[in-house]
Every structure is written in C-alpha cells, then in structure tokens.
Nanobody
Framework: QVQLVESGGGLVQAGGSLRLSCAAS????????MGWYRQAPGKQRELVAT???????NYADSVKGRFTISRDNAKNTVYLQMNSLKPEDTAVYYC?????????WGQGTQVTVSS
C-alpha cells in the first residue's frame, strides 16, 4: 500500500522560504514520476512541479525560478524548496505519485504566506 506523508508547511512572511517534504512508503520515488500540487481556497487543484524517474523537472509558470523539486532516493523522499514566497502561494500542498495504474495522493500540508 502506497503512503505519501507531507511535512514542512507553515506560516511564513512574504519573501520567505519553506521546504516541503514527501516521505513515501510502499513505492520507490526513484522509479516513478512524482509531483507537487496545490489547492487554494475556492480554487481548483493545480500542478506546481514534477520530477520524472530520470530527474527531468517541470514547473508551473507561476513558480518558475522560485521553487525547486528534488528527491533523495536514499530517504525515499521528494522535496519542494520554495523561495521568495508570495501571498498567492498560500494553499494546501499535496504530494502525488504518478505510479500506475492509479496515482496516489498525500494528505496535504498547509502553506500560508502573510503579506
């Protein structure tokens, strides 16, 4: 059974940084594409960043140059380093595994950026 557990969210002032972690069990982050999504109140869930099994990364335009997705295969963990945070980055952030046949979601971690 796949489990994804996010941590690292919190309250930060605009311009600050946070690093989110997604610890995986029941699967290997090294051989599956992984991603981070976010959902702000009243808005649809949106893709923030992805990393493939070979390490290729992709980012939403709104976070390019500020956020970095990475993974530590030894710890079976995926990270999202978030710098220069803005109030509009406030959302619940979810880790996602693109493992087939069905993906898996974490429970989410709240990120709040104050102005």
């Amino acid at each position: 059974q796949v489990q994804l557990v996010e941590s690292g969210g919190g309250l930060v002032q605009a311009g600050g940084s946070l690093r989110l972690s997604c610890a995986a069990s029941g699967m290997l982050v090294s051989i599956h594409a992984m991603g981070w999504y976010r959902q702000a109140p009243g808005k649809q869930r949106e893709l923030v960043a992805t990393i493939t099994s070979v390490g290729m990364t992709n980012y939403a335009d709104s976070v390019k140059g500020r956020f970095t997705i990475s993974r530590d295969n030894a710890k079976n963990t995926v990270y999202l380093q978030m710098n220069s945070l803005k109030p509009e980055d406030t959302a619940v952030y979810y880790c996602y595994s693109f493992r087939s046949p069905t993906g898996s979601w974490g429970q989410g971690t709240q990120v709040t950026v104050s102005s």
